[in-house]
Nanobody
Framework: QVQLVESGGGLAQPGGSLSLSCVASGITVSGATGATLGWYRQAPGKQREFVASITSTFTTYYADSVKGRFTISRDNPKRTQYLHMNSLKSEDTAVYYC??????WGQGTQVTVSS
């Protein structure tokens, strides 16, 4: 059974940075290597929204709201994906979820941007 576990959330000041990690277990390295990985977020009272994704060929996609500020990456041997967030804004406050092929989801990690 595939499980995803996020880490790295917390509190940051506006303009600051945070990095999230998501480790997959219950899947082989080859299986993880062939998957599309991604991040979504859900703010209070709002629907879950797409943040970023990275394909098996390392093609990346970003929501317009985070483009130029967030960077998604992956380390296939470690079955891990990352989300590096810079120039954080208060509107980035949300629970962030990682996903594998939009089929498996992590439990979420809180990111709060506040002074």
């Amino acid at each position: 059974q595939v499980q995803l576990v996020e880490s790295g959330g917390g509190l940051a000041q506006p303009g600051g940075s945070l990095s999230l990690s998501c480790v997959a277990s219950g899947i082989t390295v080859s299986g993880a290597t062939g998957a599309t990985l991604g991040w979504y977020r859900q703010a209070p009272g709002k629907q879950r929204e797409f943040v970023a994704s990275i394909t098996s060929t390392f093609t990346t996609y970003y929501a317009d709201s985070v483009k130029g500020r967030f960077t998604i990456s992956r380390d296939n041997p470690k079955r891990t994906q990352y989300l590096h967030m810079n120039s954080l804004k208060s509107e980035d406050t949300a629970v962030y979820y990682c996903t594998l092929d939009n089929t498996y989801w992590g439990q979420g990690t809180q990111v709060t941007v506040s002074s």
